[in-house]
């Protein structure tokens, strides 16, 4: 398979993050216990794995989304977090819950969270599906994450290259 004249090698299969779906799910049920939760899904990559996790998620969830962007049609950051479509709903006083597909530099991640609490919610946690640990450059790990990946670029279940390959059900790197 290629994108952009590029090979895709297999990361994570369909099987397996349909069972990391589920765990994340049982553990953000367990903490939230019985609790309503705002799930703020972060557009666009992440929207696969939102619709997937909230499915799982139990009691009251009501959806908001965000944009966010720190990447261009690149393959690297390019450092710079830029807010494009804020939340609709206020949050003041809720139980939020930030779902992403991945944290690589931390800079997203660590710039929504500083952002949202000053909004003042009750509790504000943080879920991505993916985690590249040897690209973080800011101290910030999120509250669940489903996989440790290598530092490669990936494609598959919501992530692009440029707007390409979201539609794969798979996780893929793009060999180099």
Request: aromatic residues 10%; hydrophobic residues 45%; contains cysteine.
């Amino acid at each position: 398979m290629q994108i952009r004249g590029k090979n895709l090698i297999k990361l994570i299969s369909e099987e397996e993050i349909k069972k990391k779906v589920k765990t994340l799910a049982y553990q953000i049920n367990k903490d939230f216990k019985e609790k309503d939760i705002l799930a703020v899904g972060i557009l666009k990559g992440s929207f696969i794995f939102f619709a997937d996790l909230v499915r799982e998620l139990e009691g009251k969830v009501i959806v908001d989304f965000m944009q966010v962007a720190s990447y261009h049609t690149s393959m690297e950051s390019f450092g710079e977090v830029i807010f494009i479509k804020d939340l609709a709903s206020d949050i003041k006083g809720k139980n939020v819950l930030i779902i992403d597909d991945i944290i690589d530099t931390g800079r997203t991640m660590k710039a929504l969270v500083e952002a949202l609490s000053l909004r003042e919610p009750a509790m504000l946690k943080t879920c991505v599906l993916l985690d590249k640990k040897d690209r973080r450059e800011v101290d910030y790990d999120a509250d669940y994450t489903g996989f440790i990946i290598p530092d490669k670029f990936v494609v598959g279940y919501g992530l692009d290259w440029a707007e390409e390959g979201r539609n794969l059900k798979d996780i893929y790197y793009v060999e180099v």
